[in-house]
C-alpha cells in the first residue's frame, strides 16, 4: 500500500498543532519550516484539512492555523481521508467477465479477489480510525523527553512571538 506523503506531512503538522498551548496556532510557513517542507505543499493539505473540518483557518496578519476540535476526536484515518480522500483505494473493474472464462462467472457472486482487497482496506480503515491524534502526540512528547519538550516549546514560542510582531 501507497500512501501519499501528503497524509504523513499533514499528519505531522496535526500533532504540532496538537501539541501547541491552548488558543495558539500556526501559519503554514512556520509549520513547513518546522520539518524542512515546502511552503506551498504545506499550505495545500492545510487547506484540505481545513475543507474537512480538522484545522481552522484563522485569516489576518497573526493569522495561522489550530486544530478545530480536540486532538482525541481526530483520527490518523480523518487525516488520510482528507487529504487523499476517503473513497476505496482498490476499483474491481471485474476483468474476470472478460476473455475465454467469462462466461464461467455466474451473476451476483462478488469476484473473491476485489473481496480480498476491500477485507484489507477495511483492517486498514479500522485501525487508522482507533489511533487518537492526542495519543500520537502523547507518544512522541514521551519519546522527545524533557528537553526535546522544551525546545519544541522555545520554538513555538518564538514562532508565535514573531508573528506577533
Known amino acids: 500500500m501507497k500512501i501519499a ?16 498551548p491552548a488558543g495558539q496556532g500556526l501559519n503554514a510557513a512556520a509549520l513547513a519550516s518546522f520539518h524542512e517542507l515546502p511552503p506551498a505543499y504545506m499550505a495545500k493539505h492545510l487547506q484540505a484539512l481545513s475543507k474537512a473540518g480538522i484545522v481552522t483557518a484563522v485569516r489576518g496578519a497573526h493569522g495561522g492555523y489550530a486544530l478545530a476540535r480536540p486532538a482525541s476526536e481526530i483520527t490518523l484515518w480523518d ?9 476505496p483505494s482498490f476499483q474491481c473493474q471485474d476483468i474476470r467477465r472478460k476473455g475465454p472464462c467469462a462466461g464461467f462467472f455466474p451473476g451476483g457472486i462478488p469476484c473473491p479477489i476485489a473481496c480480498a482487497f476491500g477485507a484489507a482496506e477495511q483492517a486498514y480503515r ?9 495519543e500520537l502526540v502523547r507518544q512522541v512528547a514521551a519519546g522527545m523527553g524533557t528537553a526535546g519538550r522544551e525546545a519544541f516549546r522555545a520554538w513555538a514560542e518564538r514562532r508565535n512571538a514573531s508573528a506577533r510582531s
Open 5 to 20: 506523503e501528503g497524509v504523513e506531512w499533514a499528519a505531522h503538522a496535526c500533532a504540532v498543532l496538537a501539541a501547541l
Open 79 to 87: 487525516i488520510q481521508a482528507a487529504i487523499s480522500g476517503a473513497g
Open 126 to 134: 479500522d485501525h487508522l480510525s482507533s489511533v487518537a491524534l492526542s
